[in-house]
């Protein structure tokens, strides 16, 4: 370096030197085999930084000393393990307490820092939207720490909304949407490992691309129908029907399921539309 610029390429050096430092950094992160300290950022919870490392929960908060219900802080450090340290751990860790495992009754309770209607509605095996109904709000609100709400016992009826009971869920830009609950678990754990090994997330293109209602489809076919829409199925013949396809928002979203996708049953089935990717086919 020294010599370099003694010869009047300094320009040049700065810049083979940045470039050798850009390559040594990006090669650290690279390895494999150690725990990563992890710096919680804005709105991440022990589920998001697990889901984004394609680790359970209770994986990492055993190997942090947490309960796995632990509320993480923003600038809290989490360590996150490998695969190996994270089993270990969890074999060294106790059995978890089978307390939870109780149906819970329908009662009060007052929201802790973090939860969200999501977090609650999954923690007493209710849906968002019986958890939303059963409090007056939209399946998008967000909770407030020390609000006092209410919890529909598990299972209830009658506060569902109508066609998506049992279903399971998929993270989106436009909240919580549905999935046959196979598919949906599936879909989670292969948005888990693009988010982790390929960078992506993954999610539906629209609040109507992943499961729809007849209703819902209907509208869309009527718009094929009328050239103002892309094509569509008519009703009764879609898999967005059973919950078991999705329109994935952006191109890279379906190399990364080409790529990925088979593993996990997910894969595309209408060539002409690089968009719509089914689960089981
Ligand atoms: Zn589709």
Do not use: K
Request: charged share 10%.
């Amino acid at each position: 370096m020294q010599v370099r610029m003694g010869l009047g390429y300094r320009g040049r050096a700065a810049g083979a030197c940045a470039a050798i430092v850009a390559g040594a950094m990006a090669v650290a992160p690279a390895q494999a085999g150690a725990a990563v300290a992890h710096v919680v950022q804005p709105g991440e919870t022990l589920w998001s930084i697990s889901a984004a490392n394609n680790l359970t929960t209770r994986t990492v908060a055993v190997f942090n000393g947490l309960s796995e219900d632990s509320h993480v802080v923003e600038g809290q450090t989490i360590n996150v393990p490998t695969v190996e340290e994270g089993a270990a751990a969890l074999a060294s860790a106790p059995a978890p307490a089978s307390a939870p495992a109780a149906t819970p009754a329908a009662g009060a309770r007052v929201v802790q820092p973090g939860e969200s209607l999501w977090s609650v509605a999954t923690a007493n095996g209710v849906t968002v939207e019986a958890l939303a109904a059963a409090n007056g709000m939209a399946s998008h609100a967000h909770l407030i720490a020390g609000q006092s709400i209410t919890v529909p016992a598990a299972g209830s009826g009658g506060v569902h909304q109508t066609g998506t009971e049992g279903m399971g869920h998929i993270p989106s830009p436009y909240g919580e949407l549905h999935l046959d609950p196979g598919a949906a678990e599936s879909w989670n754990a292969m948005r888990s490992d693009s988010l982790a090994n390929h960078g992506v997330d993954l999610y539906p293109g629209g609040p109507a691309s992943a499961y729809r209602t007849a209703e819902q489809q209907q509208e869309l076919y009527d718009l094929y129908l009328s050239g103002q829409g892309p094509p569509a199925n008519p009703p009764g013949t879609s898999s967005h029907e059973t919950g078991s396809a999705v329109d994935v928002a952006e191109p890279i979203m379906r190399d990364v399921i080409d790529q990925i996708g088979g593993a996990y049953g997910w894969s595309g089935t209408i060539p002409s539309e690089w968009w719509h990717v089914a689960y089981g086919g």
